[in-house]
C-alpha cells in the first residue's frame, strides 16, 4: 500500500542551524502538507501546497520557514535558523485532492539544543 | 476560530468493551472530518474520513458519526482488543482549498487483557 514517507526520522540541530526535513507523498496525491507536535501539546496545521505554491498557512509558518517540491516526488521544509521552540515532531501529509482524506509520514522527530 | 475538544482525555476499558470516543468543535462550516489514530511516538494513521454530507462511516470494528449542526462527532468502537490501545485523534477540515486540519487533544485508550 502507497505510503508517505519521511527522512530523517529524528534530526539533532543547534539553535540558529538551518535544517530541511524531507518528504515523499504518495506519487499521485497533488496536496501536500506540513504539520507540526509539540510533545504533549495537539497536532498543528503549519502550511498546505498545490501546483508548486503556498496555497495556506498557519501563523507558526513565519519567514524562517520555507517548503518546496524540489522534483517530481520530494517536499521539503526548510527552516532557516532554528530556534528551542522549534522542537517538535513534524508531519508530512498528502492527499489526492484538497478536500479528500489526508495521509500522513511517521515523522521527524526535531530537537534543537 | 476553530477549536476541536475530545472528551475523555483517557480512557481505561476491559476487552471486549464497546466504547464511545466524542469529539467536539466550535465551528459548524466545515467540510469533512477525519479521525486518526496514534501510537506512542510514531506518526498518524487515518481511520475514517466523513464528509460534512454524511451523517456516518463504518470500518470493520469502528463507526463514526457526524451532527454538523450540533458540533459534535462520535467514534464507536466495538468489541475492544488490547492491539486497539492507542491515542485517537479527531480533525475537522476547513472549507476552502487549502483544507487545514484542526485536531483536537486526543484520548488516550488503554484496552486491558
Known amino acids: 500500500e502507497p505510503e508517505v514517507t519521511q527522512t530523517p526520522s529524528h534530526q539533532v540541530t543547534q539553535m540558529g542551524q538551518e535544517v530541511i526535513l524531507r518528504c515523499v507523498p504518495i506519487s499521485n496525491h497533488l496536496y501536500f502538507y506540513w504539520y507540526r507536535q509539540i510533545l504533549g501539546q495537539k497536532v498543528e496545521f503549519l502550511v498546505s501546497f498545490y501546483n508548486n505554491e503556498i496555497s495556506e498557512k498557519s501563523e507558526i509558518f513565519d519567514d524562517q520557514f520555507s517548503v518546496e517540491r524540489p522534483d517530481g516526488s520530494n517536499f521539503t521544509l526548510k527552516i532557516r535558523s532554528t530556534k528551542l521552540e522549534d522542537s517538535a515532531m513534524y508531519f508530512c501529509?498528502?492527499?489526492?485532492?484538497?478536500?479528500?482524506?489526508?495521509?500522513f509520514g511517521p515523522g521527524t522527530r526535531l530537537t534543537v539544543l | 476560530k476553530q477549536e476541536v475538544t475530545q472528551i475523555p482525555a483517557a480512557l481505561s476499558v476491559p476487552e471486549g468493551e464497546n466504547l464511545v470516543l466524542n469529539c467536539s468543535f466550535t465551528?459548524?462550516?466545515?467540510?469533512?472530518l477525519q479521525w486518526f489514530r496514534q501510537d506512542p511516538g510514531k506518526g498518524l494513521t487515518s481511520l475514517l474520513l466523513i464528509q460534512s454530507s454524511q451523517r456516518e462511516q463504518t470500518s470493520g470494528r469502528l463507526n463514526a458519526s457526524l451532527d454538523k449542526s450540533s458540533g459534535r462527532s462520535t467514534l464507536y468502537i466495538a468489541a475492544s482488543q488490547p492491539g486497539d490501545s492507542a491515542t485517537y485523534l479527531c480533525?475537522?477540515?476547513?472549507?476552502?482549498?487549502?483544507?487545514?486540519?484542526?485536531f483536537g487533544g486526543g484520548t488516550r485508550l488503554m484496552v486491558k487483557p
Open positions: 465551528d459548524s462550516a466545515i467540510y469533512n
Open positions: 480533525a475537522v477540515g476547513r472549507s476552502n482549498a487549502g483544507n487545514m486540519l484542526t
Open positions: 501529509a498528502s492527499s489526492e485532492q484538497g478536500l479528500n482524506e489526508q495521509f
